[in-house]
């Protein structure tokens, strides 16, 4: 059973280490570390919002449910934690190709930089990619088979409520199983 490490909050941790943790077979993303004053949100005392420039942003290595070469930045709350809201960056290198995977609850992505190619279905097929530029959006439904693949150095912020959780629909395709 999964037991989140660090409830974040609303701050953002500038020293984090991620792990990605089985829970029924899919991989739930969480943030660990401590706050320091350099990187502390800027907020009123007992406030529950965050103000942050890319400047605040923690950048490391996404969790090994995804394939090599991710990197990640929490920017808001625990992605590993139930029923919480979240907000995380990811940015893929070029060529970049997310089989087709599922989440549990409903995940909204906006592409920041680059361009994101995302697909619906249980196989991948470039045939279905649609093509979203920087400032395009979408909604994935909870449990939804989907697809990935970036066309230059790509990065897009995904938001939800937790957990943030990986299940690929072909277990082959799981990095952790190569």
């Not at 007992?46 to 449910?65: C, F, Q, R, S």
């Not at 992505?109 to 649609?130: I, P, R």
């Amino acid at each position: 059973m999964f037991v989140p490490r660090l409830t974040i909050g609303a701050a953002v941790l500038a020293a984090f280490t991620l792990t990605a943790c089985q829970d029924d077979g899919g991989s739930k993303i969480t943030a660990q570390g401590t706050r320091t004053a350099a990187a502390a949100p800027r907020h009123s005392e007992g406030a529950e919002h965050a103000m942050l420039g890319n400047d605040d942003l923690n950048w490391g290595p996404a969790p090994d449910v995804l394939p090599a070469g991710a990197q990640i930045a929490v920017v808001q709350g625990d992605p590993g934690a139930v029923g919480k809201i979240f907000t995380l960056r990811l940015r893929f290198p070029n060529g970049y190709v997310l089989k087709p995977h599922t989440h549990p609850e409903e995940e909204h992505v906006t592409v920041l930089t680059g361009t994101f190619l995302a697909g619906m279905g249980a196989d991948f097929s470039n045939d279905g990619l649609v093509s979203l530029q920087a400032g395009g959006f979408m909604t994935m439904p909870k449990d939804a088979p989907h697809f990935a693949r970036t066309v230059g150095i790509t990065e897009v912020q995904v938001h939800g409520i937790g957990p943030f959780q990986l299940t690929y629909v072909h277990p082959e395709d799981d990095p952790r199983n190569q």
